[in-house]
RNA sequence: GGACGAAUAGCGCAGCUGGUUCAGAGCAUCUGCCUUACAAGCAGAGGGUCGGGGGUUCGAAUCCCUCUUCGUCCACCA
C-alpha cells in the first residue's frame, strides 16, 4: 500500500473523533477503579474559542487522557457558564440594534430574548472544542442556569441565608453606570488615567471679627509652620483639591486633619459649598492626609468610599446626587440630567467664571472600572445582598496554606492567603434579570422571607405575618439576581448533584475533583470561593491540585485581542496545522504559571513532528519480514538499548506529570521519539535496501513504536490513533485512548546500557564529524583504528553500520595519516592514506591540546589547594583526581599522534 | 505605597536543598547533503561566564546583601 509521504490531519481528525463519541469512549460511569475528575472552568455560553481556551483545554485534555492510559477513570465533565453581566450586555445591545428597550420589556420577555440568543449562539465553543480534540464526557454537558444547577444555587442561597450568613443592607457598593448594576469588589479593575486635579475655593460662612484681625495678622506674618490663609476680595477661603468637581453638591462637610498647621484657623468654622452655596461644616479627622492637595478634604458620603466612612462616624447626611445611569438627579439641585463627565468639564468652566477655582493641575490617577462594561464605576449607596465571609474565608484557607490543595506554581499561596486575610463581605446581588432570581419575597406588611418556591415563601410568609389569607399575589419576588460567580462556585458540586441530592453516587465517587486547570486571572472570583463552597457543602476540598496557566500573550509579548488583531483564530490554525499540530505548538511553550508567548512557527513545529512520526511509520510499515532470520549483533545491541531507554524514559515521563511540567514532559517525549528512536534506534535496525527484517527485531520495533504512540497520545490523540489502528490488533470499539501503558521502572543495568550508547554515540559522531571535515561522503566506507581496551567493542557490529567503517582494528600503532579523536579517555584513529591535511590535523591537536592544558591547571590549581582536599567530601576530591588523570591521558595521547604527525 | 516573581546562548526557557548531568536542550543561525521513511528532511558546526556590584565559602548560575530593569497582584491618598 502506498501511503502519503506527508501527513494530512484533516482526513483523519474527524474520522477519529466520530469514532471516540459513537463508541462512548469518553463516558464515565462510576466503577471499581480509582476515579479521575476535571471539570471544566465554564465558558462563556455564547463565547468563541480563542488561544486562551486552547491552552487551558489542550493541558486539561492532557491530563485526562494521561489519566487513561494510567488506567484510572477519567471522567471530564464540560459545560458552560451563563455569565450574567457579559450575556445580558449581549443581549441589550442586540436588542437595541432592533430599536427594543430593554426598559420597554418585562423580564419575562427580555428573557425570552436572552434564551434565544442563547440557544442561537450557545454551545458554539463546546463543538470548537471538539475540533481540538478534547475528551469531554459530553453526556454530562451542563450549564449554570440549567433545572439542576439552578436548584443549587437557590437551595445554598437559602442555606446560608438560614445559616445568617446573608445579609440584606444599604451599603456602598461598586456601581456599574452602563450596565445598571452592582459588582463585587473583585469586578472593578483599576487603570491609569491622566485626569485633572481641581483646586476649588470653600469660603468660610463664619467669619467673626475676632477672626478676622487675628487671619489678617497672620497673614501680613506668614509665619513659617503656621496658618496658611487664603483670602480674596470676596473674603477668606479654604482650598479644597478634587479630581470630581461635579460631586460638590454632594459635600456635606469638610475635613481637615486636626494635626495639620496648615489648617488649623478653619477648625470649627463653617464653609459655603461653591455654586451650591450650601454651608457646611468643617470635621477633624486623622484620615486626612496632611500633604496631599492643599490638606482639605471634601466629604461626599454617597459618592466615595471613604467619605462614606467618615459620614457614618460623623453622622453626616448622605446626598446621591446621581441617578443610576449617572446622570445627575434632582437632588444635586443643578445640572440636572446631564452625564457626569459632562458635568465636571462645564462645572470647572462654571467655577472659573465665577471666581471659584484656584487652579487646575495634572494628575494622574487610577480609575475604578467595570471589568464588563468598562466604564467608571461609581460608589454609590444601595441596597444590596451580601455574604458575610468570614467563617468560609476561615475554613478556605488552612488547606491551601497546609497543602491539602496543591498550587502549582505555589507562588499563588501567598496571593491567596493575603486576599483570604483581607477579604470583605461578598456583594452577591446584581440588578440584572439574566441569572438565578433572588428568592426572596417582600411581604405586603413590610419585611420578606427567603424560600426555594413561591409556595415555601407563602407558607413562611403566613407563619410570619400570621395572616392565613395571604396568597402568592401578595407576595413580591426581589428583582435582583445572583452574581455569577454564586453559581460557579458550586460547579464541582453541582455538577454532580451533589447540593440537591447530598451524598448520592456520583459526588461520592467523583468528588474531590483531580485538578482545576484554570488562570490565575480568576483565583479569588473562582478557585477561592469553590474552596469556600467545596467545604461548607461537601466537607472537602472541591480539588486537589490547581494548576495556573499562564496568559497568551503574541510573539511580542502583547496581550491578545480582538483589538489589536493579533489573536489567531484557533479553528483557523487547526485547519492549518491540524489540532495535534495546534495543541503540541501550544504546548511546546507553556510552563505552568509563566505567560505564554504564542507563535504560529511553534504550530509549524508540532505539524513537522506529526509528520516524523507519519513517516517513521512509513518506514516501519514497509519492512518485508522473514520469519527463519536471526537477529544480527547491531539489531541485537540496538533493540537492548532502546528497550532500557524507552524503560528510562517513561520513569522520567512519570516525575514530569507528577510535577505537572507538562511542557518537559512533551520535549522530553518529542527527543525520545525524534532523536533516539527515528535518528538512531532505527537507523540501527534498517535493513539494506531492499532486505527483509528479521522478525524478533521487527516485533521488538512495532512494540516500542506502540509504546511510543502511547507516551505521545496524550499530546497528540488523532496522530496516535490513526497509527495505532496499523500496529496492533484492533477489534472494533477498541481505542489507544484506553490502553493502559505499563512498564517495568529502569534497572542499573539499564542505567549503564543507555550511558555505554551515548559513548557510542559520541563515537559515531566524531566518524561523521571527520566525514564533514575532510569531505568524505558517507558512501565511502572507512576503517577505525582503536588501541587495546576499547570500552565499546560489544558495539562493533553498531559502529560500523552507523559510521559506515568496514573495519575496527585494534592496533598497538595508529596509522600515520590517521585523523584522531578521543571518546572519554579512549583514542579511536580513522586512517586517512593522502587525504589527511597534516597541517589542519596539527592545529585541531595543538588547540585541543591547549584547552586541556588549561583544564588540567584550573584542577591542579584545585587540588593544590590545602583548604579544599581538607574541606571538601573525599568524593570531590576524589573525582578532581580522576579528572586530572584523565586529562593527563589524554594530554599524551595528544602528544604522541602530533609526533606521529612529524610535528 | 506594599507584596510577590523574574533577569542564564539571537529568541522563548530548564537548571530542586552550593562540588559529574554545570553551563543545558528546543527554535533560530552557519556548513555540507534531494543518501529510495521523512527537504515539513539528513549529517555536522558555531554561540552564553549565568542583569551590575559586594559578601559568605576551599568552591557560587545556585546562599546572603545591595542596585538596576521588567512583570503580576494588592492598597482608601481625595
Known amino acids: 500500500m502506498e501511503i502519503a509521504s506527508k501527513y494530512s490531519p484533516a482526513e483523519v481528525e474527524g474520522k477519529w473523533y466520530e469514532y471516540w463519541m459513537e463508541h462512548k469512549l469518553f463516558a464515565s460511569k462510576p466503577d471499581g477503579r480509582e476515579a479521575y475528575t476535571i471539570v471544566i472552568p465554564p465558558p462563556n455560553v455564547t463565547g468563541v474559542l480563542h488561544m486562551g481556551h486552547v491552552l487551558n483545554e489542550t ?118 453606570p452602563k450596565a445598571l448594576t452592582a459588582l463585587s469588589d473583585e ?6 488615567e491622566h485626569t485633572k486635579l481641581y483646586y476649588m475655593k470653600y469660603y468660610v460662612a463664619d467669619c467673626t471679627e475676632a477672626d478676622d484681625k487675628a487671619w489678617t495678622k497672620e497673614l501680613e506674618t506668614q509665619a513659617e509652620g503656621g496658618n496658611v490663609i487664603h483670602k480674596d476680595a470676596k473674603g477668606y477661603y479654604a482650598v479644597v483639591a478634587t479630581t470630581r468637581p461635579e460631586t460638590v453638591m454632594g459635600d456635606v462637610a469638610m475635613c481637615i486633619n486636626p494635626a495639620d498647621p496648615k489648617n488649623r484657623w478653619l477648625s470649627g468654622h463653617h464653609v459655603i459649598v461653591p455654586m451650591k452655596g450650601r454651608v457646611i461644616p468643617v470635621i477633624e479627622d486623622d484620615y486626612v492626609e496632611i500633604e496631599f492637595g492643599t490638606g482639605c478634604l471634601k466629604v461626599t458620603p454617597a459618592h466615595d468610599v471613604n467619605d462614606y466612612m467618615l459620614g457614618e462616624k460623623y453622622n453626616l447626611e448622605a446626598i446621591d446626587i446621581f441617578n443610576d445611569d449617572a446622570t ?24 472659573q467664571d465665577a471666581g471659584l477655582m484656584e487652579k487646575i493641575e495634572d494628575y494622574d490617577n487610577k480609575i475604578g472600572c467595570s471589568e464588563r462594561t468598562g466604564v467608571p464605576i461609581e460608589p454609590k449607596l444601595s441596597m444590596q445582598w451580601f455574604l458575610k465571609m468570614e467563617h468560609l474565608a476561615e475554613i478556605a ?30 456583594c452577591i446581588s446584581r440588578q440584572l434579570w439574566w441569572g ?88 479569588f472570583f473562582w478557585v477561592a470561593r469553590m474552596i469556600m463552597a467545596g467545604y461548607e457543602y461537601e466537607g472537602k476540598m472541591p480539588f486537589r491540585n490547581v494548576y495556573f496557566t499562564g496568559i497568551v500573550r503574541d510573539k511580542l509579548g502583547r496581550k491578545m485581542s480582538k483589538s489589536l488583531g493579533n489573536s489567531p483564530d484557533p479553528i483557523e490554525l487547526i485547519e492549518k496545522f491540524g489540532a495535534d499540530g495546534v495543541r503540541m505548538g501550544m504546548m511546546l511553550s507553556a510552563p505552568a504559571g509563566n505567560d505564554i508567548l504564542f507563535d504560529e512557527s511553534l504550530c509549524e513545529q508540532g505539524r513537522n513532528f506529526n509528520n516524523k512520526i507519519w513517516n517513521a511509520f512509513r518506514l516501519v510499515q514497509g519492512w518485508q519480514v522473514d520469519g527463519t532470520a536471526k537477529a544480527g549483533d547491531c539489531q541485537k545491541k540496538a533493540v537492548e538499548w532502546f528497550a532500557a531507554l524507552l524503560r528510562e524514559k517513561n520513569a522520567e515521563m ?26 538512531w534506534y532505527l537507523e540501527m535496525v534498517k535493513p539494506a535496501y531492499g532486505q527483509p527484517i528479521d522478525k524478533e527485531t521487527y516485533d521488538a520495533t512495532i512494540r516500542f513504536f506502540d509504546a511510543l504512540i502511547k507516551m505521545l497520545h496524550p499530546f497528540m490523540p488523532f496522530i496516535t490513533e490513526e497509527l495505532w489502528q496499523h500496529i496492533a490488533e484492533r477489534k472494533e470499539g477498541e481505542s489507544i485512548m484506553t490502553e493502559t501503558l505499563t512498564m517495568d521502572a529502569p534497572s542499573d543495568k539499564d542505567a549503564k546500557t543507555v550511558e555505554e550508547v551515548e559513548q557510542l554515540k559520541a563515537l559515531i559522531t566524531a566518524v561523521r564529524g571527520i566525514r564533514a571535515q575532510k569531505n568524505i561522503s558517507p558512501k565511502e566506507t572507512l576503517t577505525l583504528q582503536v588501541t587495546a581496551g576499547d570500552p565499546l567493542a560489544a558495539y562493533a557490529a553498531v559502529t560500523m553500520k552507523m559510521a559506515n567503517i568496514s573495519s575496527i582494528d585494534t592496533v598497538n600503532q595508529k596509522d600515520d595519516t590517521a585523523a584522531t579523536f578521543l571518546v572519554g579517555t579512549t583514542e579511536y584513529a580513522v586512517p586517512m592514506g593522502n587525504l589527511i591535511d597534516v597541517e589542519a590535523e596539527t592545529a585541531k591537536l595543538v588547540a585541543e591540546q591547549q584547552r586541556l592544558e588549561g583544564f588540567l591547571a584550573g584542577i591542579e590549581k584545585k587540588l593544590g589547594n590545602e583548604r579544599f582536599v581538607a574541606n571538601a567530601p573525599a568524593a570531590v576530591v576524589e573525582m578532581e583526581r580522576k579528572k586530572k588523570a584523565d586529562a593527563e591521558s589524554k594530554i599524551a595521547a595528544i602528544k604522541e599522534s602530533l609526533k606521529k604527525l612529524g610535528k
Open 397 to 426: 484557607l488552612k488547606p491551601v496554606m497546609d497543602d491539602d490543595i496543591k498550587f502549582y506554581p505555589v507562588k499563588y499561596k501567598n496571593t491567596y492567603r493575603h486576599w483570604l486575610e483581607n477579604i470583605k463581605d461578598w
Open 59 to 176: 493541558i486539561q485534555d492532557i491530563l485526562v487522557r494521561r489519566a487513561r492510559t494510567e488506567g484510572k477513570n477519567a471522567c471530564w465533565v464540560p459545560g458552560t457558564d451563563h455569565a450574567s453581566i457579559a450575556t445580558e450586555a449581549k443581549v441589550v445591545n442586540r436588542l437595541a440594534q432592533q430599536g427594543i428597550k430593554k426598559a420597554d420589556l418585562t423580564r419575562e420577555e427580555f428573557l425570552k430574548h436572552a434564551w434565544a440568543w442563547t440557544e442561537e449562539h450557545g454551545g458554539i465553543i463546546l463543538k470548537q472544542l471538539r475540533r481540538l480534540g478534547c475528551s469531554c464526557d459530553w453526556d454530562r454537558t451542563s450549564f449554570t442556569m440549567d433545572e439542576k444547577r439552578s436548584e443549587s444555587v437557590i437551595k445554598v442561597f437559602c442555606d446560608l441565608y438560614n445559616k445568617g450568613l446573608i445579609y440584606r443592607g444599604v451599603r456602598m457598593v461598586n456601581w456599574d
Open 436 to 523: 438565578h432570581r433572588i428568592p426572596a419575597y417582600y411581604l405586603p406588611t413590610g419585611g420578606f422571607v427567603v424560600a426555594e418556591t413561591a409556595e415555601k415563601a407563602l407558607e413562611l410568609a403566613k407563619e410570619k405575618t400570621g395572616n392565613k389569607n395571604l396568597t402568592s399575589s401578595d407576595l413580591r419576588q426581589d428583582e435582583d439576581a445572583l452574581d455569577t460567580w454564586f453559581s460557579s462556585w458550586l460547579w464541582p458540586i453541582s455538577l454532580f448533584d451533589g447540593i440537591n441530592n447530598p451524598g448520592n453516587e456520583e459526588i461520592r465517587y467523583y468528588y474531590p475533583t483531580a485538578d482545576l486547570v484554570t488562570g490565575p486571572d480568576i483565583i
Open 328 to 351: 445627575l438627579s434632582e437632588a444635586a439641585g443643578l445640572y440636572v440630567g446631564q452625564d457626569r463627565f459632562e458635568v465636571r468639564k462645564q462645572i470647572a468652566i462654571d467655577m
Open 654 to 679: 512519570k516525575d514530569l506529570y507528577g510535577k505537572y511540567r507538562l511542557s518537559e514532559a512533551l520535549m522530553l517525549v518529542y527527543n525520545l521519539f525524534w532523536d533516539e528512536f527515528s535518528s
Open 187 to 192: 469586578e472593578v479593575i483599576y487603570k491609569e
